[in-house]
T-cell receptor, first 119, second 115 residues
Framework: AQKVTQAQTEISVVEKEDVTLDCVYE???????LFWYKQPPSGELVFLIR??????QNEISGRYSWNFQKSTSSFNFTITASQVVDSAVYFC????????????????FGQGTELSVKP | EAGVVQSPRYKIIEKKQPVAFWCNPISGHNTLYWYLQNLGQGPELLIRYENEEAVDDSQLPKDRFSAERLKGVDSTLKIQPAELGDSAVYLCASSLRAGEVDTQYFGPGTRLTVL
């Protein structure tokens, strides 16, 4: 079964602190895709990153970095030097390749982690 | 480039009334998705279209929900009749290619309140 677990429901930090959001996933095969989305109070889900299961390189984009570890089925997201504008709900999501699985292609989301960055 | 457009942004209705949501995907995107997001939860897929064809509607409660995507562009999601438990945010997303998993881009959603 496909499943995404974000064990941290809420995190509160003070501005300029580093923060890591955890994501653990379950999937039935070797071909899959992982995503992170940000949902600010306005409600729109904003795409942050996409990773396929064959690319285990970590990625850095400005203050954002992602650590993908297949051995532990984790895809964690770190914000360095957090800012108030980072306050939002962050979702990790999984998709299986629907060329292989009939109902792949849809995103399976975790419950989300609400990040609050205080000034 | 314009993003995914949804309307209305907010809708308040009484139970047993019908309601419809509209979505215009990003230009050129042939795959369109409707998701349901309950409070404090991640979105869950209701239906996926590739062009005009609904290729995955296994999670759509067909007794009261219906959707259409005429001409493979805009889409409408309808609930008739609405129930109290339908109060949620309805999100539309679109992606470019049908042949592989691609990045989905989301609209702002329609927040439905059923009284």
């Amino acid at each position: 079964a496909q499943k995404v677990t974000q064990a941290q429901t809420e995190i509160s930090v003070v501005e300029k602190e580093d923060v890591t959001l955890d994501c653990v996933y379950e999937t039935r095969d070797t071909t899959y895709y992982l995503f992170w989305y940000k949902q600010p109070p306005s409600g729109e889900l904003v795409f942050l990153i996409r990773r396929n299961s064959f690319d285990e390189q970590n990625e850095i984009s400005g203050r954002y970095s992602w650590n993908f570890q297949k051995s532990t089925s984790s895809f964690n997201f770190t914000i360095t030097a957090s800012q108030v504008v980072d306050s939002a709900v962050y979702f990790c999501a999984l998709s299986e390749d629907y060329m292989i699985y009939n109902q792949g292609g849809k995103l399976i989301f975790g419950q989300g982690t609400e990040l609050s960055v205080k000034p | 480039e314009a993003g995914v457009v949804q309307s209305p942004r907010y809708k308040i209705i009484e139970k047993k009334q019908p309601v419809a949501f509209w979505c215009n995907p990003i230009s050129g995107h042939n795959t369109l998705y409707w998701y349901l997001q309950n409070l404090g939860q991640g979105p869950e897929l209701l239906i996926r279209y590739e062009n005009e064809e609904a290729v995955d509607d296994s999670q759509l409660p067909k007794d009261r929900f219906s959707a259409e995507r005429l001409k493979g562009v805009d889409s409408t999601l309808k609930i008739q009749p609405a129930e109290l438990g339908d109060s949620a945010v309805y999100l539309c997303a679109s992606s470019l290619r049908a042949g592989e998993v691609d990045t989905q881009y989301f609209g702002p959603g329609t927040r439905l309140t059923v009284l």
